[in-house]
């Protein structure tokens, strides 16, 4: 019904910026909350970032606070992670998750980038 498409991973330094792309196929978009994920190698996957169906509501992680950014783009059916300041420990496969409630429930997922930060 509905696909995921990340983009914009890749290899940073500490210290630098990068900006992840989730573009979404379907008409379900606009009325789904959307969210930045991420797994570590030897480590469970974790919420990153959330952001509600028109955007006036995100959550973040307290570990990437005052510096990740969610947003989104419901005209172009797309969301994205502004990420600043970046660190080591930052470094993870982000996957973008779209959440889809009511009578029928489910979460569709991005096959995921690769976020790399080191020297």
């Known amino acids: 019904q509905v696909q995921l498409v990340e983009s914009g991973g890749g290899l940073v330094q500490p210290g630098g910026s990068l900006r992840l792309s989730c573009a979404a196929s379907?008409?379900?978009?606009?009325?789904?909350?959307m969210g930045w994920y991420r797994q570590a190698p030897g480590k469970q996957r974790e919420l990153v970032a959330t952001?509600?169906?028109?955007?006036?509501?995100?959550n973040y992680a307290d570990s990437v606070k005052g510096r990740f950014t969610i947003s989104r783009d419901n005209t172009k059916n797309t969301a994205y992670l502004q990420m600043n300041s970046l660190k080591p420990e930052d470094t993870a496969v982000y996957y973008c998750?779209?959440?889809?409630?009511?009578?029928?429930?489910?979460?569709?997922w991005g096959q995921g980038t690769q976020v790399t930060v080191s020297s």
């Open positions: 998750n779209l959440r889809k409630t009511g009578v029928v429930s489910y979460d569709i």
């Open positions: 379907g008409s379900i978009f606009r009325i789904s909350v």
């Open positions: 952001i509600t169906n028109g955007g006036g509501t995100t």
